[in-house]
């Protein structure tokens, strides 16, 4: 059994079906980011595991135990949201304090766990300042403390990141994922941003319409997405179609050009057409070894990245994107020029209709 | 521009001698009850009346339970209205509008009809009662102002989020509201406190229908009696309304954590 499962959750708000038939297993320890887009349901799965929103129907366990009709304030699980919520008419220790004070804990102790949460974060002469007197990144650190100092069972993070700038997001990420391996704690994590989820989870739920479209490792959901929905929405893809020769060869036209695919890709492709994409960092410019797909292009733009440039061409009837590295002896192609486009065929994403 | 400035000038100096030339009409007057010099005699033979301390010190502490009752009525409400219940809110409003469309003279009756000694809850039978039906009665009078302001003081304030974040750290309902909630609209239930002191200061129509000896009554009666002691009295009320709205302004100063925007 899973520390924490969730099992056939559906919410229904009126007759809207926010959340469908979703379940979810999750180890003790483990780091899980629920990715979609606004709307897909993860906030309300997130809620009703805090216990914010009642399930229409469907378990949620923690340790075989059903947390479905408990009050949050019963059910231990620490929250951290994305508007801070710090209490502002208590300072940083008090804040951090709050929960502790209401568990009743001993001053001593409550002290000593304070200013051990402060120390984690970063933050341990801040104590006697106001939330107002804080930046927003170390509003969200004490918002973490807080949530910790009460040893919660399970750490939910509502998007605690979007409110913050592009630096600091990423050092606050990194900030909470070694928080989190060092005190091992059950967490799951919601946000809209990919390389968020990415960068820090050891499993990603992309969530889509209320369902869960995949639930992987972050390597897999990028590399190998099963759906065109998580396709789409994980990162950037060129989309083809090709036209099936062989299915049990797995081999596929693609403008004229036979591709053989790795076995078993098009094992479940029906009808004639097949939808295919690939990453721009798999496409490459001109024709190199161990690239078995050529294609002639004409390049249409060219942006310059710093580190990366990203060539937008039109190859095989469709805007093709790629990814080249910004060399100081290679200048990158003209625009209107022509090129080859070449790519291996392993790396090619065969994607299938979206879950209903 | 400059013509612009000239009427707003114009326009305020209109204004200030509209409110104070009156008062300072009051004031000069309450100061000859000496013939021939200006004096303090009058304010001396006021403070010196044993009827002024009891009235006074009376519709003081009926104005205390008034604002704990207030408090305690509106706080949860407006709370618990802005969390659970949004969609009524314009409902509460109207309900705590409708004191300000009754006159009070129709409340009290109502209240002498209801609470008589020949009713199920004869509250008017005893003085205790009475006080209980008189401090009620303020309540419901101060209804509009208290609501209205612990009502923007939530405004201020996330209170979904705040209330959420307290649930997750195992706070039970009357945390949230002693703890959280109160302590972050204080000042605006200061300034509700504030004003609902000052309607019961000076009401007048309750206290003498339901004969209790409030400060209202007593000013009507003075006025009706003496010359200069009336005068005087107005401006210890005025000074007394001042003082309270200085109080909120102090204590909204003094308020650490509502220096900045939250």
Request: include cysteine.
């Given at each position: 059994?899973?520390?924490?499962?969730?099992?056939?959750?559906?919410?229904?708000?009126?007759?809207?079906?926010?959340?469908?038939?979703?379940?979810?297993?999750?180890?003790?320890?483990?780091?899980?980011?629920?990715?979609?887009?606004?709307?897909?349901?993860?906030?309300?799965?997130?809620?009703?595991?805090?216990?914010?929103?009642?399930?229409?129907?469907?378990?949620?366990?923690?340790?075989?135990?059903?947390?479905?009709?408990?009050?949050?304030?019963?059910?231990?699980?620490?929250?951290?949201?994305?508007?801070?919520?710090?209490?502002?008419?208590?300072?940083?220790?008090?804040?951090?304090?709050?929960?502790?004070?209401?568990?009743?804990?001993?001053?001593?102790?409550?002290?000593?766990?304070?200013?051990?949460?402060?120390?984690?974060?970063?933050?341990?002469?801040?104590?006697?300042?106001?939330?107002?007197?804080?930046?927003?990144?170390?509003?969200?650190?004490?918002?973490?403390?807080?949530?910790?100092?009460?040893?919660?069972?399970?750490?939910?993070?509502?998007?605690?990141?979007?409110?913050?700038?592009?630096?600091?997001?990423?050092?606050?990420?990194?900030?909470?994922?070694?928080?989190?391996?060092?005190?091992?704690?059950?967490?799951?994590?919601?946000?809209?941003?990919?390389?968020?989820?990415?960068?820090?989870?050891?499993?990603?739920?992309?969530?889509?319409?209320?369902?869960?479209?995949?639930?992987?490792?972050?390597?897999?959901?990028?590399?190998?997405?099963?759906?065109?929905?998580?396709?789409?929405?994980?990162?950037?893809?060129?989309?083809?179609?090709?036209?099936?020769?062989?299915?049990?060869?797995?081999?596929?036209?693609?403008?004229?050009?036979?591709?053989?695919?790795?076995?078993?890709?098009?094992?479940?492709?029906?009808?004639?057409?097949?939808?295919?994409?690939?990453?721009?960092?798999?496409?490459?410019?001109?024709?190199?070894?161990?690239?078995?797909?050529?294609?002639?292009?004409?390049?249409?733009?060219?942006?310059?990245?710093?580190?990366?440039?990203?060539?937008?061409?039109?190859?095989?009837?469709?805007?093709?994107?790629?990814?080249?590295?910004?060399?100081?002896?290679?200048?990158?192609?003209?625009?209107?020029?022509?090129?080859?486009?070449?790519?291996?065929?392993?790396?090619?994403?065969?994607?299938?209709?979206?879950?209903? | 521009?400059?013509?612009?400035?000239?009427?707003?000038?114009?326009?305020?100096?209109?204004?200030?001698?509209?409110?104070?030339?009156?008062?300072?009409?009051?004031?000069?007057?309450?100061?000859?009850?000496?013939?021939?010099?200006?004096?303090?005699?009058?304010?001396?033979?006021?403070?010196?009346?044993?009827?002024?301390?009891?009235t006074?010190?009376y519709s003081?502490?009926i104005?205390?339970?008034?604002?704990?009752?207030?408090?305690?009525?509106?706080?949860?409400?407006?709370?618990?209205?802005?969390?659970?219940?949004?969609?009524?809110?314009?409902?509460?409003?109207?309900?705590?509008?409708?004191?300000?469309?009754?006159?009070?003279?129709?409340?009290?009756?109502?209240?002498?009809?209801?609470?008589?000694?020949?009713?199920?809850?004869?509250?008017t039978?005893?003085a205790?009662?009475t006080n209980i039906l008189l401090t009620?009665g303020y309540?419901?009078?101060?209804?509009?102002?208290?609501?209205?302001?612990?009502?923007?003081?939530?405004?201020?304030?996330?209170?979904?989020?705040?209330?959420?974040?307290?649930?997750?750290?195992?706070?039970?309902?009357?945390?949230?509201?002693?703890?959280?909630?109160?302590?972050?609209?204080?000042?605006?239930?200061?300034?509700?406190?504030?004003?609902?002191?000052?309607?019961?200061?000076?009401e007048y129509?309750f206290a003498a229908l339901l004969n209790r000896p409030a400060f209202g009554p007593y000013?009507?009666?003075?006025?009706?009696?003496?010359?200069?002691?009336?005068?005087?009295?107005?401006?210890?009320?005025?000074?007394?309304?001042?003082?309270?709205?200085?109080?909120?302004?102090?204590?909204?100063?003094?308020?650490?954590?509502?220096?900045?925007?939250?």
């Amino acid at each position: 059994m899973s520390f924490l499962e969730i099992q056939h959750l559906e919410k229904t708000f009126g007759p809207l079906r926010v959340v469908k038939d979703f379940s979810l297993k999750i180890e003790k320890g483990e780091f899980v980011s629920f990715l979609g887009p606004s709307g897909c349901g993860k906030t309300t799965v997130l809620r009703m595991v805090a216990g914010f929103e009642t399930p229409t129907s469907g378990v949620i366990q923690i340790e075989g135990k059903n947390l479905v009709g408990l009050r949050p304030n019963q059910r231990k699980i620490g929250m951290v949201f994305q508007s801070y919520a710090l209490f502002p008419n208590l300072t940083v220790a008090q804040n951090v304090a709050f929960g502790l004070k209401v568990a009743g804990l001993p001053r001593a102790e409550s002290d000593s766990r304070v200013a051990e949460m402060l120390r984690l974060i970063g933050l341990p002469d801040l104590g006697a300042r106001y939330p107002f007197q804080l930046s927003g990144g170390q509003q969200q650190r004490v918002a973490l403390a807080r949530a910790l100092a009460v040893r919660p069972r399970v750490l939910l993070l509502d998007e605690p990141l979007s409110a913050l700038d592009a630096k600091i997001r990423v050092s606050l990420r990194e900030e909470i994922r070694q928080i989190q391996r060092e005190l091992g704690i059950t967490t799951i994590f919601v946000t809209h941003d990919q390389e968020e989820a990415l960068s820090i989870s050891d499993r990603v739920v992309v969530m889509n319409g209320g369902i869960a479209e995949q639930v992987g490792v972050p390597y897999e959901v990028y590399n190998r997405p099963t759906t065109r929905f998580v396709a789409n929405f994980v990162g950037t893809l060129n989309n083809f179609t090709g036209t099936v020769v062989d299915a049990a060869a797995g081999v596929v036209s693609l403008e004229g050009v036979a591709i053989t695919l790795p076995r078993g890709r098009l094992a479940e492709v029906k009808g004639k057409e097949v939808a295919l994409a690939i990453r721009p960092e798999s496409v490459h410019l001109g024709n190199g070894h161990g690239r078995d797909v050529v294609l002639p292009a004409i390049i249409e733009e060219v942006h310059f990245l710093g580190s990366v440039i990203r060539v937008r061409a039109k190859a095989a009837g469709t805007s093709v994107s790629l990814d080249i590295f910004n060399r100081t002896d290679l200048p990158p192609p003209p625009e209107g020029s022509s090129a080859e486009l070449s790519f291996a065929a392993q790396d090619l994403i065969v994607l299938q209709d979206q879950t209903q | 521009m400059k013509l612009a400035k000239f009427w707003a000038w114009i326009t305020f100096l209109a204004g200030v001698l509209f409110f104070f030339l009156p008062l300072i009409g009051t004031f000069e007057f309450s100061l000859r009850a000496r013939r021939g010099v200006y004096s303090f005699d009058a304010y001396r033979k006021v403070l010196d009346d044993p009827q002024f301390r009891d009235t006074f010190g009376y519709s003081i502490v009926i104005a205390l339970f008034t604002i704990v009752v207030g408090v305690l009525i509106v706080t949860p409400t407006a709370f618990w209205v802005r969390l659970k219940l949004p969609r009524f809110r314009p409902i509460i409003e109207f309900i705590t509008l409708l004191p300000l469309v009754i006159p009070p003279i129709v409340i009290v009756f109502g209240y002498i009809r209801l609470y008589n000694t020949s009713s199920y809850l004869p509250l008017t039978g005893s003085a205790f009662g009475t006080n209980i039906l008189l401090t009620l009665g303020y309540t419901v009078l101060a209804l509009p102002y208290m609501y209205r302001a612990v009502d923007t003081g939530l405004s201020a304030i996330d209170v979904r989020t705040l209330t959420e974040a307290a649930l997750s750290l195992g706070a039970s309902w009357f945390t949230i509201i002693t703890r959280l909630i109160l302590p972050n609209v204080l000042v605006a239930v200061l300034s509700g406190a504030f004003l609902t002191f000052a309607i019961v200061i000076g009401e007048y129509v309750f206290a003498a229908l339901l004969n209790r000896p409030a400060f209202g009554p007593y000013m009507v009666w003075m006025g009706g009696n003496r010359a200069y002691e009336p005068a005087a009295l107005a401006v210890i009320a005025f000074t007394i309304t001042w003082a309270c709205m200085a109080l909120i302004q102090l204590a909204t100063r003094l308020s650490k954590h509502t220096k900045a925007q939250r």
